[in-house]
């Protein structure tokens, strides 16, 4: 048995099943993990949320910040973007199934000593609290108060870009929710700066990348993260981050956490969907 983390996919189902093949990926004795951002952007989010979904427990998967982004869309909460590729699922004759199964997916996964979630974490989390922190945007999440807390994380008034122990309500779900999917850079004291979309080493002033701080408490495990294209594959002893921009041409990755094999495609930009 091996288990697989793989990177951003976007849409992009033809790269997915041939990095699937790759690895020879066996779903009844192996086991993927997806870092979140399923979809959007890429040619087939209708295609790779089937796959996905199909794999039943063979599969892992967190949510990203494209994957909310379809969520907001499907319950009206926010308008298209020119960007989005997003058409066919929401039209999709299996909409609701798809989408209800996209909710249930947690925010962040902990197994013995590896955390899967999309984007980073603040250095003032352990491993531990980040996961009770998920747990309560998921249960939101997965209730009939979803369309609240999605219509409370797109709002832009009043966002606090410091974390806070004593924030409640949807204030609190919201700041979760944006350092598990939007993170990138933050400064030593925990605040955010969530327009970074650039090299870590063109990190604005006062912000470094997340897993650079040192005093950080969640060193205590490996994570497994996604949502960088421009940071690509990094590897050390605390961290596999696996978004090697497949969407705008780059190549889809995957690594073999039992003994950090890494295995990759390369994709074609917008390449055609599966036939």
């Not at 606090?160 to 999917?181: C, K, N």
């Not at 990138?184 to 650079?212: A, H, N």
């Amino acid at each position: 048995m091996a288990t697989y983390a793989i990177g951003d996919v976007q849409g992009c189902l033809v790269a997915l099943k041939r990095l699937v093949d790759r690895i020879a990926f066996d779903p009844n004795q192996d086991r993927l993990w997806f870092v979140g951002d399923l979809v959007n952007r890429g040619p087939d989010s209708l295609g790779v949320l089937r796959f996905a979904k199909s794999l039943g427990k063979a599969a892992i998967t967190v949510l990203g910040n494209h994957d909310l982004h379809a969520l907001a869309l499907a319950h009206n909460i926010i308008p298209r973007r020119p960007k989005d590729t997003l058409t066919e699922l929401l039209s999709a004759p299996d909409r609701e199934e798809l989408f209800d199964w996209l909710r249930h997916r947690p925010l962040m996964y902990l197994e013995n000593n590896h955390a899967l979630l999309h984007a980073g974490l603040l250095p003032q989390w352990t491993l531990a609290e980040a996961r009770e922190l998920a747990s309560e945007v998921e249960e939101v999440l997965r209730s009939d108060n979803v369309q609240l807390f999605l219509r409370a994380l797109y709002e832009h008034d009043g966002f606090a870009s410091h974390w806070d122990e004593s924030l409640t309500g949807l204030a609190r779900l919201r700041m979760i929710t944006r350092v598990l999917t939007r993170m990138r850079v933050c400064s030593p004291d925990g605040r955010m700066e969530l327009t970074y979309k650039g090299p870590p080493d063109q990190s604005p002033k006062g912000f470094i990348p997340w897993f650079q701080i040192s005093h950080r408490k969640s060193t205590d495990g490996v994570i497994v993260c996604g949502h960088w294209s421009a940071l690509g594959v990094h590897l050390d002893e605390n961290l596999v981050a696996l978004d090697s921009g497949c969407v705008w041409g780059g190549a889809l990755s995957a690594i073999r956490l039992e003994n950090r094999q890494v295995f990759q495609v390369t994709c074609r930009k917008f390449e055609p969907k599966v036939s």
